[in-house]
């Protein structure tokens, strides 16, 4: 099974991700970093020189790809949800989780970050509201679980979804099942 973490950019899609796999011994996989790897360029260069679209089809490709591998923890980008094709392969072929965070706690995280085409803009945090309200029914209708990430710290998402994992039933990966989950503490989750 593919376990998949969206949101918006800087919810900690790659950072939890990658200690959620560390956890339950499996790979880490980032599906920008796939998309790089394979038009050999950064997806802003991509995105300035072809365009959104063709951008969208690589990435619509690339997702179609991951989600029929072997078990791993997938990080989308944050405009993945964006394709209605996404939304129904995400969810049909794994778990979903949507790390939800509200554009004042994306701008607080994300404030000094100068390598985020997104937000170099005269209006960060307008453009993350912008992002948010548009962005905010999708991750909802394509993930199986939201975890509010607020303040808790990476280890505490982690046993966050760890904990819905195991209350799922999904004991096919090596982290549930054994009370891995059972420090989860705080934080608001909605199964869906």
Do not use: W
Not at 144 to 152: C, L, N
């Amino acid at each position: 099974m593919v376990l998949t973490l969206i949101g918006l950019p800087g919810a900690g899609k790659t950072t939890v991700g990658r200690q959620l796999a560390r956890r339950l011994q499996i790979p880490f996989v980032d599906s920008d970093q796939v998309i790089e790897e394979r038009i050999g360029c950064s997806i802003r260069a991509f995105f300035e020189r072809e365009g959104e679209a063709a951008f969208r089809d690589i990435e619509e490709a690339v997702i179609d790809e991951l989600t029929q591998g072997a078990p791993c923890v997938l990080s989308t980008g944050g405009g993945a949800v964006l394709r209605p094709a996404n939304r129904r392969r995400l969810r049909q072929r794994g778990r979903v989780f949507y790390l939800r965070s509200t554009p004042e706690e994306l701008f607080r995280r994300l404030r000094h970050d100068r390598t985020r085409p997104l937000l170099q803009v005269a209006d960060p945090l307008a453009r993350l509201r912008e992002l948010y309200a548009a962005r905010d029914p999708l991750y909802r209708e394509t993930a199986h679980y939201v975890i509010e990430t607020g303040r808790p710290s990476v280890a505490t998402l982690v046993n966050m979804i760890l904990m819905q994992l195991e209350l799922s039933g999904a004991e096919a990966f090596p982290g549930t099942g054994d009370g891995a989950a059972s420090t989860a503490e705080g934080g608001a989750l909605r199964g869906g």
